[in-house]
């Protein structure tokens, strides 16, 4: 007998926890970019499809120092782009070695108990964090943007 | 109930059983009660039979009918198939054309899409962008081989109420026969099989502070041979539906029944008044917007989408209520509400709507807690959207 079911909470534990608490969900300003650092962004997804995902990244040198992030989507969209500028954030590597260091979207999927249906969404926020990196290799390393506050 | 349940709102899902429905199917489970066979020619048979007919007497009541010319079903879901297969199955030789509303329930549109499968053609009417159907649009769409029209009471996702008694003279015209799904409007709002003018009534328990797995078919008298049974194997309900009658859930919808005939008006004042109030509410929440026509509606049932917001992590923020999304949660296709699509919503407003319910236990402080828990989930999605 599956005693399990049924659960109180359709959401996983690791799900309902980061979907709770969206703390990185905003945008960098350009003010809170150290001097001489790049902000970037990577976009993807539509809303009327159910998924858009925007970062903002500061990146110093090659160095991730910060990682924010905006989304339309299911609470697994949120959740998983919560956890992903936690583990991009806390990296402080480079921000190429940072996001191959998160792995694939299914061990994203794996850590977070989310449900293989849902796996579509991660290939959206994969998909913002590629047009990331694609914005990143063509912006110079001074763009202008960052503001000496 | 315990204090830390969140405050339930989906009263158009099911209800709470009232207690004097389970003290009286209690009394139709156990030795001492009445357990018996309504079929066995025994005492404890005859027993339960007796309660089976009063309980008969009690739901044909409810809605102005005859009790001979009622029939247990296991709910609405079961009656709808039964009207609308059992109908065209029936007529076959007659005409193979069947008249629909896109915004019926499931268990309307899929018993078409069946006998689409069989060969019928079905018309699906639009309604208009509140949800009501132009009774013209039936008289243009009947055909010479129509056999059956079936048209919902109340929707039950926006609640609004159709014009049954102006769709069921022009089918009476043309001599076609009206199917009604009353699930969500029987015992919360007068409902008059004779007025309404319809051959075949859905309605159901659960609904109604009944218990779930019993509903009923009204079938007039003159459409009785003209039915085909969708179950065999024992002849029960004059032939039209096979099966030992659960006869605890049957006297617990029989019970049901006459409580509403005591308090569906009260019922209906309360929950107007709780909708309302819920309204007033939400509609400040910018983006707000109110799905289906503002006054030809049921009582109880409210729908909404806040634009900007996704559906499911509204829904899944709202830990504090008990509400339900139009969307498809468990899905990725993410298809959104084909009610409110009918409507005209686009697909993003579709997938960002709620439907509340309130009920004969509903309160104010609840409406409020949930008027107060919308407003800051919806704050805090928009806060994180791009």
């Not at chain 1, 909470?9 to 001097?35: I, K, M, S, T, Y």
């Not at chain 2, 019993?214 to 032939?239: K, M, N, T």
């Not at chain 2, 109880?300 to 992590?313: K, R």
């Amino acid at each position: 007998m599956n005693l399990t079911w049924p659960q109180p909470d359709p959401l996983p534990a690791p799900v309902r926890a980061l979907f709770g608490q969206l703390r990185h969900a905003a945008e960098v300003r350009p003010v809170r970019c150290a001097r001489g650092a790049r902000l970037v962004h990577g976009e993807a997804g539509r809303e009327r499809h159910g998924t858009r995902v925007r970062f903002s990244l500061c990146v110093h040198g090659e160095q991730l120092t910060r990682v924010r992030f905006r989304a339309y989507g299911c609470p697994y969209t949120l959740a998983a782009c919560e956890w992903v500028a936690l583990r991009l954030e806390s990296s402080g590597e480079d921000l190429r070695l940072a996001v191959q260091t998160l792995g694939p979207p299914a061990e994203w999927a794996g850590a977070l108990q989310i449900p293989p249906d849902r796996l579509g969404r991660l290939l959206v926020i994969e998909d913002a964090l590629t047009a990331a990196l694609n914005e990143l290799a063509s912006v110079p390393a001074d763009n202008g943007m960052t503001e000496s506050l | 109930m315990n204090d830390d349940a969140p405050v339930y709102l989906d009263y158009a899902a099911t209800s709470p059983v009232d207690a004097r429905v389970a003290a009286a199917m209690a009394e139709c489970l156990t030795r001492a009660g009445t357990f018996g066979n309504p079929s066995s020619m025994h005492l404890h048979g005859r027993r339960a039979r007796a309660r089976v007919e009063s309980a008969r007497a009690q739901a044909a009541a409810l809605i102005h009918v005859p009790p001979q010319q009622l029939v247990w079903t296991s709910g609405a879901t079961e009656s709808n198939n039964l009207a609308i297969l059992g109908t065209a199955r029936a007529a076959v030789r007659r005409g193979r054309h069947l008249v629909t509303v896109r915004t019926e329930h499931k268990s309307v549109i899929d018993s078409c899409h069946r006998l689409e499968h069989e060969g019928f053609r079905v018309t699906y009417l639009d309604t208009d962008g509140e949800g009501l159907l132009d009774p013209q649009q039936v008289r243009t769409a009947l055909r010479d081989d129509t056999v059956l029209v079936s048209v919902m009471h109340a929707n039950n996702e926006i609640g609004v109420l159709q014009d049954i008694e102006a769709i069921a003279a022009i089918c009476r015209e043309r001599g076609v026969p009206l199917h009604v799904d009353a699930s969500q409007s029987a015992g919360k709002i007068a409902v008059d099989v004779e007025r309404l003018g319809c051959e075949l009534l859905s309605f159901t328990a659960h609904k109604i502070y009944g218990p779930k797995g019993i509903g009923a078919l009204y079938v007039a008298q003159s459409r009785r041979a003209a039915l085909q049974p969708l179950i065999f194997g024992g002849g029960h309900e004059r032939g039209l539906r096979s099966g030992t009658l659960p006869v605890h859930q049957i006297v617990g919808f029989g019970v049901a029944c006459e409580l509403a005939m005591q308090s569906w008006q009260s019922d209906a004042v309360l929950c107007q008044r709780l909708r309302e109030r819920l309204w007033s509410g939400l509609r400040g929440i910018d983006g707000a917007l109110l799905n289906g026509h503002p006054t030809r509606r049921v009582p109880g049932i409210l729908n909404v989408s806040f634009a900007g917001v996704e559906g499911e992590s509204l829904l899944m923020g709202l830990t504090d209520l008990s509400v339900s999304t139009s969307s498809a949660c468990n899905s990725d296709s993410d298809e959104p509400s084909y009610v409110l699509r009918a409507l005209g919503r686009d697909s993003e407003l579709a997938q960002s709507s709620l439907r509340f319910s309130v009920g004969r236990d509903s309160r104010e402080q609840e409406v409020d807690l949930a008027i107060a828990a919308v407003t800051r989930e919806v704050r805090r999605l928009r806060a994180v959207t791009p």
